[in-house]
């Protein structure tokens, strides 16, 4: 991208923008939830675009002046609807947690019954945390891994919902590296008349790129973010049965949001362009070859993987069962020497929130810069070699610079 305007206008924020890329471009990024977008992506979310005010939908607005807006809107819906086989999508979700407010919104009424997987052991805050609408406003029944495997118990999952018959039963998480069972989280829920909700955030991209079952064609809503896997813009969007069109399109506005972010929403578009393409594929095919590339190199070197491995873009690591370090001391060491994760509950942690057990990694943002099974081996050596000379500063300041060096071969979209 070129900043010329900004270096010109605002010379401090443009140091803090060349200051961003260099630190994206000299270090390893493992957080599960974020990537690199592309250039044109980047265009899109810069462009003139940002001008506009256009509340409402394509060819239904509250302002004037939206004939374009309108098309750059319809090309994101379609592009969606043919990346994900919707009947029914809504581009205008500012972000997750508003997608699924407004979700919560159309289907339910306040005091109603969600199941929904617990977030300490990798649910999302939406999906009911006391401190969020979620928990606020409803009435949350978790489900949760089961303790010997880690992995979701789908025979537990129907006890309690049969036994406690939620109006709406919540499938997805932000930290759980095994497949979902779409198919029965359906079949249960038909059992008791439940509406289906898939947050799909994490994985869209890894089933828009045909890798993990899409629950759109079955399930009643689908929400997700638009730029963890799908690789797009921050923001997110509603999938949904024609059915719950009308519903869901007044939840989101003037429910949830008034003007939507036209800029964002064409970047949407951009993102679901390249996503249709057969490249994006093997994309998503190689960021789940990664994860299992790492995990099985950590294990290796006597990192617990939580439930033994991933079946997806992430993986929960037991650090301090399997090294005595804890999450917010793995956090920091790494971000030390250049390598960015993040502290995560795992599965029955006897640790608190703000210094857990476990560390979360995914491969989203490494494989966008064409890194393969055989770097996982030097990125697993990287962390393992900080981790183990986390009191010794020398050594350290040594590691970032092996970290630097290994990853400016590896392009960042978007930088020159
Ligand atoms: N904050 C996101 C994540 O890191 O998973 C979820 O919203």
Redesign the pocket.
Known sequence: MNYSGIQQQDPALYEIIKREEQRQKEGIEL???ENYVSKAVLEAMGSVLANKYSEGYPGKRYYGGNEIIDQAEGLAIERAKQLFDAEHVNVQPLS??PANLAVYMALLNPGDKVLGFSLDQGG??SHGHPLNFSGKLYTIIPYFAKKETEIIDMDEVEEIALREKPKMILAGF??YSRNMDWKRFKEIADKIGAFTFADI??IAGLIAGKQLENPVPYFDVVST?TH?TLRGPRGAMIMCKEKFAALIDKAVFPGVQGGPHDHINAAKAVAYGEALKPEFQDYAAQIIKNAKALATALQEKGYRIISGGTDNHLMLVDMFGSKGITGKEAEKTLEHVGISI?KNMIPYDPRKPLDPSGVRLGTPAITTRAMLEAEMQTVADLMDQALASRNDENKLAEIKQQVKEFSLNFPVPGIE
């Open positions: 957080i599960a939830s997750g947690s999302h805050l932000s930290a955030a994490h973010t963890k993040n």
